[in-house]
C-alpha cells in the first residue's frame, strides 16, 4: 500500500467515525424510548375487557393473566412482549399496533411487576 493510499484510507475510516457519531449525537437519530404512560391508555381502551391491567381494576376475564402476573413472570422482557404483541395469537383481537405502540404498552406491562 503507498503512503497516498494508506492516507486516503486512514481519512475514509475517520470521516466514517465521525459521521457515526455525529448521527448518533442528533435529536431523533435513536430510538425514542418507550412511554408508559402512553401505554397505560392503550391497556385501559384495548386490553382492561379481559385483563386487569391496573391495582385498581377489580375483575378481568377469568381466564386471561393480569398485566402484574405478566411482568413477574420469569424471563418476561419488554422486547418479547412487544414483539408477541405486533403478532398476538387467535384469542387476542388484532389491535394492529405500530411498534411504538406495541414498546409503550410493553414499558407499562412491565411497570405492573412493581
Known sequence: MTSLTF?????????????LTLSAALPG??????DAA???QLAK???????VVAPDQTRGAD??????????????????IAAFLMDPHP??????????????????IASQAQ
Request: glycine letters at 10%.
Open 63 to 80: 381466564n386471561v393473566p393480569a398485566f402484574a402476573t405478566i411482568a413477574k413472570t420469569p424471563g418476561f422482557s419488554e422486547n418479547k
Open 7 to 19: 492516507k486516503r484510507a486512514s481519512a475514509g475510516a475517520g470521516l466514517a467515525a465521525l459521521a
Open 91 to 108: 384469542k387476542m383481537p388484532d389491535m394492529q399496533l405500530g411498534r411504538g405502540e406495541a414498546k409503550d404498552l410493553a414499558a407499562y
Open 45 to 51: 381502551r384495548w386490553c382492561a375487557s379481559c385483563h
Open 38 to 40: 402512553h401505554g397505560e
Open 29 to 34: 437519530a435513536t430510538a425514542a424510548a418507550a
